[in-house]
């Protein structure tokens, strides 16, 4: 995330925001701040346009999201260097976590949406089978918001986007204020894709102009970032009755189980904590392992965190992607060396050229520590001993969070064993961050990671509202059940449930 500075607003009164890398600190662009006004007009725009854009077949906007595709490709380039440099993500790390998901979602939803987005005939049951016909007809819901983080600023704007539009909506996207330029690019993509200019707008700002999207003329808010706000957005939609998804980062628990392949654990270990700087709502934030291979495991887990490049001249760990966030990091690793923590490798800064903290180990870590309880966002390993599995279930759901969790072990069943255990979104075994790329699996957190998933089979449904349509089959004069009431319609009714639900054979046969 770019370091912001305030500017002199502009000559008519707007705010005006400076960005700069964090690796280097050097000028990245700049952004003028969207007023409340500007964010009403968006809305307006936005109205007038979306029932056009949902009157055009589901065919014709899949292909048009599928076909960004390919704009991804020719503009891959320009994206990841402008991720880059608002980030100061390496390379790998643009690509990895920004470009092969977003060429995969865009590809993915433009499928289902033919599949996930028509008109359903639906079964109906019982003695409801031969009188009615059930259609479920999947309205849009209008105009949806998207309000995006920078730690993913190009793929967590995408996603959300592309789903929004294939449901019929129109969206209007406010990214991070300190990943800006990132965050537009899912909208370029897609406009040149196809996608008019009206039906997918961008507005800029901070939380001013965050709080005037979600307070505005509005039918879902869409919305990824920290819990405090979440939980205002909750409550403004709250007000008017209107849906919101809410993704809400985590403190994700890895367990290290006595049969766990260590190469592989100590590996995913420092890779899952530190990997986008450790600044990922479903990177590994604290370690259990059992105590009968925790001197091994620790050993292993140092040496590989040694090898880890930073800074720079550094291949692997890039700089914290906002300056502020360093603070945080700094309070956490102190917080716990002051409580009897030991750091056995890093645990401090090093902001020579840039928002950089040094790769970090930490043992011997308790509960009474925020680094085992808040959500530090920084290159950390963060290890504690248990006696057995159950005591790591047990100390992995004493967290204000849920977003999911890790089992490293040989044993499928015992993962899913300990997973119906643990009180989390998901369970990933040997592995943790993919699950988000993972299109089929509903995504989203328990407790305080959240409200509502994203992925999965009802992503796309998610945007839309599914309106049961009951058609008549016959065409009959009246009911049965209709005025006049006589003897007979309390004979039809007595026998309709003794016939139907008298005998279990038959109870069976209309369920």
């Known amino acids: 995330m770019a370091i912001v500075e305030q500017l002199e607003p502009t000559a008519d009164g707007r705010r005006r925001l400076e960005l700069r890398s964090p690796a280097t600190r050097e000028r990245v662009g700049e952004i ?3 007023t409340a006004d500007d964010v009403a007009a968006a809305l307006a725009t936005a109205r007038a346009a979306q029932p056009g854009w949902a009157a055009r077949p589901i065919e014709e906007r899949a292909a048009i999201i599928r076909n960004a595709v390919s704009v991804l490709l020719k503009r891959r380039d320009e994206i990841v260097e402008t991720v880059m440099q608002e980030t100061g993500k390496p390379r790998v790390e643009a690509l990895a976590v920004e470009m092969v998901p977003a060429c995969d979602f865009l590809n993915y939803w433009s499928g289902r949406a033919t599949k996930d987005l028509v008109d359903e005939n639906r079964r109906l049951h019982g003695y409801m089978l031969p009188l009615k016909k059930l259609v ?19 793929i967590l704007s995408l996603n959300p986007i592309a789903q929004a539009l294939l ?83 985590g403190k994700d628990a890895m367990i290290v189980c006595a049969d766990a392949d260590l190469d ?13 700087t450790g600044q990922v709502c479903v990177g590994v934030e604290r370690i259990y392992v059992v105590d009968s291979i925790a001197d091994e495991f620790i050993e292993q887990v140092r040496k590989r965190a040694a090898e880890v490049t930073y800074g720079p001249s550094g291949k692997d760990v890039g700089p914290l992607f906002w300056d ?15 409580k009897g923590a030991t750091v056995l490798l890093g645990g401090e800064s090093d902001t020579a050229e840039g928002v950089f903290f040094k790769p970090t180990v930490v043992v011997d870590v308790t509960h009474d520590m925020d680094i085992m309880q808040q959500e530090t966002f920084g290159p950390i390993v ?33 993962v899913l064993r300990l997973a119906k255990q643990l009180k989390t979104g998901s369970v990933v075994q040997n592995d943790a961050s993919v699950i988000y790329g993972v299109a089929e699996a509903p995504f989203g957190g328990r407790k305080d990671s959240g409200l509502g998933q994203v992925n999965g089979r009802d992503a796309l449904r998610s945007f839309v509202h599914p309106q049961p349509v009951l058609l008549d ?7 049965n059940i209709w005025y006049p009431y006589s003897e007979a319609t309390a004979a039809t009714l007595e026998k309709t449930i003794g016939t139907l639900f008298g005998n279990k054979f038959i109870r069976r046969l209309v369920r």
Request: proline share 4%; charged share 25%; with cysteine.
């Open 32 to 34: 003028e701040v969207s």
């Open 136 to 154: 479920i007809n999947y309205q849009p819901l209008g105009v949806v918001g998207v309000i995006t983080p920078w730690n993913g600023p190009f």
């Open 382 to 414: 963060a290890i504690m001993r248990v006696r057995d599995e159950e005591e790591a279930v047990r100390m992995a759901n004493d967290c204000q969070y849920g977003l999911s969790g890790s089992v490293f072990t040989k044993d499928k069943d015992k």
């Open 473 to 479: 089959r016959w065409g009959l004069k009246k009911e």
């Open 264 to 276: 592989r654990a100590s590996l995913g270990a420092v890779y899952l904590s530190m990997f986008n």
């Open 167 to 249: 449901a019929g909506n129109s969206v209007i996207l406010k990214p991070s204020e300190v990943t800006p330029h990132s965050g537009e690019w899912a909208a370029k993509v897609l406009h040149e894709a196809g996608v008019p200019k009206d039906v997918l707008q961008v507005v800029h700002g901070d939380g001013e102009t965050g709080a005037a999207l979600v307070n505005g003329d509005i039918d879902k808010i869409s919305f990824t970032g920290s819990v405090g706000t979440g939980k205002k957005i909750a409550a403004a939609c709250a007000t008017r009755l209107i849906p919101c998804t809410l993704e809400l980062g």
């Open 324 to 338: 502020r966030q360093l603070e945080i990091v700094e309070k956490h690793v102190e917080d716990a060396r002051s």
